[in-house]
Every structure is written in C-alpha cells, then in structure tokens.
C-alpha cells in the first residue's frame, strides 16, 4: 500500500500509562482522518525511540546495583474497539540507519508490529528510532457506533545479556561469573516486580 502521508490534521485525544524504565521506549501514535470514499478510514502514524535505560535495584545490605540495559526484540499490540485493520493495509517499519524493523503480525481487530534488528547480533540491541511512519489504515466499524478507542502497548521480549552494565559500589563488574550471578538476579527482579510480559509502556487513544 502507499506510504505517502497526506497533510491532515490529527485527530486522536491521547493517555499515558508507563509501566517501568520509561525512557526504554518512548512511541506516540497519531490518527489522521483520511474519509475514503463511502468509509470512514483512519490513518495511523507512529514514532517511536529505543534508547538504553537504568535500573538501581535494592539489596539486603542497603547498597544497591546500578544496571544499564537495553532489549533486543519486543512487540507493540494494538486493542481496536469499533475499528479493524486487515494485514494488507499494514506496512512494514524500517530504518536502516538504526538497524531497526518493525514486522506486521496479528489479527485485524489486534494488530502487532514485532521490532527486531534488521541484522541480528549479539552485540547489539534496539537503539534509535522510527520518525512518522505510517503503520497502514484503519477501517471504523460504522455498524458499532461512532466510539473509537485504540489501546497501544509495548512489550519486551528479549533482554540482551551481552550489552548489560552492572555497577556495585560505583565499581562496574567485569568477573564473569560474578557478573553473571548479578544479570540472573536483575532479570529475575525485572519479571518479579514489573511484569514486563505484560507492558513496559501503554498509550490509548480515543475519538
């Protein structure tokens, strides 16, 4: 489908909800009101920014672990009430600068985008962003009524072990083993206390 973005006004009223580690990932998405023809369809962009974030997480001595970390693949999901979008109207998200690509999946009343790196390597995670591209066109369902909400979220999937910095005492660990021991404990804490397979971030947006 085309990627050309018509000049429009947005049209979507928009709440926040952050789980955990918000600069982590930072998305806004935008409806614009395209009115094709005898449908009413909506034009949804989005803009989102991975970046590393960091944690300090408690110990029983008092002094805590400083933790910088990144993902290296998640999902944002979208909930449609009174809207649907079928997988033909999606597009694929790339930036190629970032090494960053956002893949269509899901049904049409729940679309996903899976982001992931274009070339996969242990090294690396998800840095960089995605301007004001265009995720595809969402048919309003005229039979439901006017309502329409869309709920975004974004899950982490994947924690990349090899580009995590862990600091005790304002000392960063380099010992293998010790260091392993503490990425155990960090990842154990994240799923404990933050769920982060449920969201680390949740933006709805209604009209």
């Not at 979507?12 to 918000?22: G, N, R, T």
């Not at 974030?53 to 944002?76: A, E, H, W, Y």
């Not at 005229?142 to 862990?166: M, S």
């Not at 769920?195 to 949740?202: C, H, M, Q, T």
Request: glycine share 4%.
């Amino acid at each position: 489908m085309s990627q050309n973005n018509v000049a429009s006004k947005p049209v979507s009223k928009i709440q926040l909800d952050e789980c955990i580690c918000c600069d982590l990932v930072t998305f806004v998405p935008l409806l614009f009101d395209e009115n094709c023809q005898s449908s009413h369809n909506l034009r949804l962009n989005l803009t989102i920014t991975f970046t590393e974030s960091q944690l300090t997480i408690p110990l029983d001595n008092s002094s805590g672990v400083n933790i910088v970390f990144c993902i290296k693949r998640g999902v944002l999901e979208l909930k449609l009430k009174n809207g649907k979008m079928d997988l033909h109207e999606r597009n694929t998200l790339r930036n190629e600068i970032d090494n960053l690509i956002g893949i269509p999946q899901g049904s049409s009343e729940a679309p996903q985008w899976k982001f992931t790196l274009l070339n996969d390597e242990n090294s690396k995670c998800l840095q960089g962003h995605i301007q004001h591209q265009n995720l595809g066109i969402i048919e309003l369902l005229e039979e439901v009524g006017k309502y329409f909400e869309l709920e975004a979220i974004f899950k982490i999937q994947e924690v990349n072990r090899n580009h995590i910095k862990i600091k005790y005492l304002d000392v960063e660990i380099e010992d293998k083993i010790q260091k392993e021991n503490f990425i155990s404990y960090f990842l154990n804490y994240l799923q404990e206390q933050y769920k982060l397979d449920n969201y680390v971030k949740k933006v709805i947006v209604t009209i």
